[in-house]
């Protein structure tokens, strides 16, 4: 077994913290372990107050962090757009169960998100509360990094190229992302998906449709937004001859049928709404990615973002070192309770699930 030459830990002892906490980290995570155990064994995180400062304005957030002076490796969590609210029992948990296992952990809010939209401008709030964390006296910037759930993946990924911190974040796990607003708001729209190379009907979840649509309409005239919004919501109809030339570009892309009417009406949008779709699709920027490591997973049968958005991801990543694609058959979009699985498949994908996650943990022990 390895040990620890002069302080300093050899690479197979490395290996051996990095699996335990990896698998401490699933069991305290996950809702469907008890959590007394793992606290027996591990020391309680201290919870801290913090405030720091963004381009939309300072920010406030509880930070969690090992006891002990550090320097520890750290962890800004994005959530995306979560239809619960910030003291939701699974937020603390998870800060918890980071800490517990070595990391200082902090979940920035996104306002835009809360309000189910999607921003450009929330890139640079990631990468300033990145900043902010990575700054801390008790943070090792070598070993820290990003990670996302649902469309929080897409904003860590984004950044993470974003040049204030790109060379230093050492690792990036995205659970469940979107790879391009592009493909993402096509297959909203016409209600289809592909994965694995073919095109499917797709039963778009309300929560994904809701957003597309509050997004969408972000940049009109606050009072055409809420119109085609509530058209949206109830089933009603526009004139589009009494909108703007934006408001009608808008409501072809809220009304369009098929792939190639959503197709044909992304290419109509003006040119300031295409770039905030560019702005916002990690594909336009992973080659501005310059962490060491890429964690990507997605659960198959996803029916808030497509699985086939991560695979899009994982194809353009397959030849880069360090970026791995792992895709789960136990969650229902991040949340393990709602799927029944036997227990023989249940351990299995447990296994998968600490596996796609261990390089991260790999990534962070010295």
């Not at 801290?48 to 509880?62: C, F």
């Not at 498949?345 to 390089?359: M, W």
Request: hydrophobic share 45%; aromatic share 8%; glycine share 6%.
């Amino acid at each position: 077994m390895g040990s620890t030459l002069g302080g300093i830990v050899t690479p197979r002892l490395a290996a051996v913290r990095a699996h335990m906490r990896a698998i401490g980290f699933v069991t305290r995570v996950l809702p469907m372990f008890p959590s007394r155990p793992v606290d027996w064994a591990t020391r309680a995180p201290l919870i801290e107050n913090v405030t720091y400062p963004t381009p939309d304005g300072e920010a406030q957030a509880e930070l969690y962090r090992p006891p002990g002076r550090g320097p520890y490796p750290a962890v800004l969590v994005c959530l995306g757009v979560v239809p619960f609210g910030v003291d939701h029992p699974q937020i603390p948990r998870l800060k918890a169960a980071l800490a517990r296992f070595g990391f200082v952990a902090l979940i920035h809010w996104s306002s835009a998100m809360r309000d189910r939209r999607l921003v450009p401008e929330d890139v640079e709030n990631v990468a300033a509360a990145y900043d902010y964390l990575v700054r801390r006296p008790n943070v090792d910037p070598a070993r820290s990094g990003l990670f996302g759930t649902c469309v929080g993946g897409s904003f860590a990924l984004l950044a993470a190229a974003d040049p204030s911190i790109r060379d230093r974040v050492a690792f990036i796990g995205a659970f469940a992302p979107y790879s391009s607003m592009w493909t993402f708001i096509r297959d909203i729209a016409s209600r289809t998906r592909a994965n694995d190379g073919s095109i499917e009907l797709w039963p778009v979840d309300p929560l994904t449709r809701d957003v597309f649509v509050r997004s969408v309409t972000d940049t009109l005239d606050p009072r055409e937004a809420e119109r085609l919004r509530e058209a949206c919501s109830r089933g009603g109809e526009i004139d589009p001859t009494v909108l703007s030339v934006d408001g009608r570009a808008v409501h072809a892309l809220l009304m369009a049928g098929d792939r190639d009417a959503a197709e044909l009406a992304l290419q109509q949008l003006p040119p300031t709404m295409r770039e905030r779709l560019d702005a916002m699709s990690p594909l336009r920027h992973v080659d501005d990615i310059r962490a060491p490591l890429i964690l990507v997973g997605h659960d198959r049968d996803d029916l808030v973002i497509p699985v086939g958005e991560s695979q899009r991801l994982a194809a353009a990543l397959s030849g880069r070192a360090g970026a791995t694609y792992t895709e789960y058959g136990m969650f229902q979009h991040a949340d393990p309770t709602k799927r029944k699985l036997s227990p023989l498949r249940r351990v299995r994908e447990l296994r998968n699930f600490y596996l796609s996650l261990y390089p991260m943990f790999r990534q962070a022990v010295v």
